[in-house]
């Protein structure tokens, strides 16, 4: 007869190896469902890529740009398919994430300049408040790594707004040469020059913290510096609440991707780019697994605008949606966007109405952060979305151009006001305006508005009491040296 | 002490119970990879929709239509993105699939008419061997369930054409009133008009083997009562080999759904069709669980031909390829294309080029069953890339409209010699052809056939050579009572 402990060996084995058969078994599962009785995440990570387009990703219809990572993290996470930013090009949409506000209430936004430029003596004001500032209320650890924008001199970087930590390029990596940038006009046909093939052209700085410590910056290998750098900084703030702004500067122009990447997408170089950025994501959640920190970490993973058109092959693509970059059509603003949270967000779609201001108001609650009450935040709460399956709060969506309302979404239905080209000075304007329905008509194709001035009756109500409320902030993007303003 | 019966109690309780455990987590689980040593899948499933585009499904990147099954069944194993149809319309599209052959060579396509319709003579030729031919060699039971749509005579039906069951309709849900088919002109007025808002316009019959039982058949419950025909079949045949060709007849318009759809989706009734065959995917799937049977079918799923755009919101969409059904552009014969075989087809998204004829080849291999070698049969064996994760055979794709060569891709490249709009009459011939990199470019945006004489030449080659053997067959699609030729 075996003895007492041979059976609890056996039974002591059985367990454990259970243990690991499960363990593996459940690894490339979905995630399980959200409860209210879990904790809250606790670390954030927003990864933004710049000027990819709603239709770049695999998951996202993308027939030839491969991304595995992405895909997965759509699959384990929320695929949101009405996501939006703040505004259709670089500086507006990345203060708009940062501070929840749209960018005419903080001036970061005109219609003189589009962007920030290299010789731009303004930024982001010390006076906002972003969600770097938020975190750190709460005893966060906070980097940005990547691409900033909001202001290159030393009072407009990451680090006076709320991030102990800032490694990256302080405006967009095609700037700098700054003279094609006189008029939009020369940019284009710098653009199609042979000077832009000679990579010395684009002398962009990369800096750590206020320092500048490459100059130009070394293209091939920044989104993999980023990665590496970003990494670090996970493994570094293990310990403790951590929030992460990880901005890609890439697939803005130039395109650039490291040797690993490099010609090996069917996509050509714009699908190595993109393949190189879905690589790094993967990487982040890998090293979030490693250290123990997928439980307690919402990941966002999202773009600035949509995809720079006029660049032929070396931009984008919007998918089904119409128009791109620049634009106030829904490819200008609409966004791929996945949240990712194992533990804590339920694999689903998500059709309703979210936007990059949104994240501001969410985690601010999430780690109990007032929400600032002396000025007026756009952002809502989207927890009820993300943790508990319920409808959003969201029902409408403004759709600037510098200070001025082109469209506005209110549910399903968008009207367009004015509408112009992208980079274009064909401004038309609409009255009644254009009317479609977005749900029904995602490509913006069948004007309804004959049928439905119920409808337009509504959303101009709505922006009659949105303007009511308005108080623009000063144009901070018109000062520049030399008084060289463009439009680009 | 305790006894050995109590230590054994328990170990056998943790083997069940870790059993019981392991299957629940496994279950939303990736597939296992396939093997070499696995034994063949032996049941095959087609099911095909009808004028639904490439930008229809969730995983596709619609925005608002929710297909989760069919992105679950993409994920759990191949996504294909360069799948193509054998002709923009429907008869040729599916003569195709049935037969592994171009449409031109068995008379199913036609300069005078480009489909079937309900006062037409002929239809598949009676020597046509198809899919269902070659699996009945093999000892198949065999169903085709929902649209035909090859000739609604008695010698022309499927039970004519090697299939043991039929349930469908004999062709598009939209003819009978013929009346208004007499020209595309008549047709696309009518479908303007409020006649086509009564249901009863639509009479087209419900045949069961070769007898109506239902007309006008009723459309709103019957992808319904298609799914229902299939799981039934499965059922019955669970213990054989079966051969399904499940082709439903939606979302071709005029739209219909059922009381558990209707009004449900954001995307309107569109929508609401295509959730309720997603549904109806997922009701197949589950019920080749239910009977043992996932482990060893191959399930495909994809549809006849582009989105009818000219319908507006009723029509679907191309996502982001250019134009629909009835044109040579990608979006009228790049389609959606699942493979799904849990134990046999490891998860992967496939960008190798594709079509509905290879099913012929692929199946009839895999079953042992000769390819017919007294005829020219189109099709290539896929199985390298469904079983083995091998590159594809496929090199070329023939974008015939009628009996005339529009386009042919080479590997990443596509050459127009001839486009035309869908449904219109101008005709525009190029020399040197359009040229497109459909890698680069998935929406023929850019022409760079300046650029590229020599892939041209080698384009021009492989015509050369198509053509040399080139036997067209004689036009069934003309043979009409009255002589009402149209060409819609």
């Known amino acids: 007869m075996k003895t007492q402990a041979f059976y609890l060996k056996i039974i002591s084995t059985l367990l454990a190896v259970g243990s690991i058969v499960l363990w593996n078994a459940c690894t490339p599962s979905h995630a399980a469902p959200a409860s209210p009785g879990n904790a809250k995440p606790y670390n954030f990570i927003i990864i933004f890529a710049d000027d990819m387009g709603y239709g ?43 501070t929840g506000r749209l960018p005419v209430r903080n001036g970061m936004t005109s219609s003189v300049n589009r962007v920030l430029f290299p010789d731009s003596q303004r930024g982001l004001p010390e006076s906002e408040v972003t969600i770097a500032d938020q975190m750190k209320k709460a005893g966060y650890a906070t980097a940005c790594i990547g691409k900033w924008h909001l202001g290159h001199k030393q009072q407009y970087l990451p680090t006076s707004h709320g991030f102990d930590y800032y490694y990256g390029i302080p405006y967009s990596n095609d700037m700098d040469n700054i003279i094609p940038f006189r008029s939009p006009t020369g ?10 093939k000679d990579i010395n052209t684009f002398n962009v700085p990369l800096m750590r913290n206020t320092e500048i410590i490459e100059r130009p910056a070394e293209q091939h290998t920044i989104t993999r510096r980023y990665t590496e750098e970003s990494i670090n900084f996970i493994k570094n703030n293990k310990n403790k609440s951590f929030f992460l702004y990880l901005a890609y500067n890439l697939p803005h122009v130039p395109l650039f991707a490291s040797q690993d990447f490099e010609g090996k997408s069917p996509r050509g170089l714009y699908g190595d780019v993109v393949e190189e950025i879905d690589d790094s994501v993967g990487k982040i959640l890998a090293s979030l697994k490693e250290n123990g920190l997928d439980n307690n970490t919402v990941v966002v993973f999202t773009s600035d605008n949509g995809p720079w058109l006029v660049m032929n092959e070396e931009g984008g693509s919007a998918g089904l949606l119409r128009d791109g970059k620049g634009s106030t059509w829904e490819g200008g603003m609409r966004e791929p966007c996945i949240f990712w949270s194992p533990k804590h967000i339920k694999p689903a779609v998500i059709t309703d109405i979210g936007t990059t201001m949104d994240l501001f108001t969410t985690f601010s609650n999430l780690v109990g952060v007032p ?26 969506m403004f759709y600037y151009r510098g200070d001025k ?20 000075p064909n401004i038309e304007e609409h009255d009644p305006p254009l ?13 309804i508005a004959a049928d439905h001035p119920d409808i337009i009756q509504q959303i101009n109500e709505v922006v009659k009491a949105h303007n009511a409320k308005m108080v623009k902030g000063e144009d901070q993007l018109q000062y520049r040296d030399n008084n060289s303003n463009t439009n680009k």
Chains 1, 2 share one sequence.
Request: with cysteine; glycine share 8%; net charge negative.
């Open 187 to 196: 940019y284009f046909e710098f653009w199609k020059s042979e000077a832009r």
């Open 371 to 396: 929400i600032p009450n002396d000025r007026v935040i756009d952002g809502l709460d989207l927890s009820s979305v993300l943790f508990e399956g319920k409808a959003g709060p969201r029902k409408d």
């Open 435 to 447: 009317l479609y329905n977005l749900n029904v008509d995602p490509s913006e194709k069948y004007d």
């Open 405 to 424: 309302i082109y469209a506005v979404r209110v549910g399903d239905y968008k009207a367009h006001f004015i509408t112009q080209d992208p980079y274009g």
């Open 56 to 98: 770049d990703l695999g998951v996202y219809g993308h027939p030839t740009i491969r991304t595995p990572h992405l895909d997965q993290m759509a699959v384990e996470g929320q695929k949101w398919t009405n996501f939006y930013v703040g505004a259709s090009v670089c500086t507006p949409s990345r203060a708009a994430l940062l």
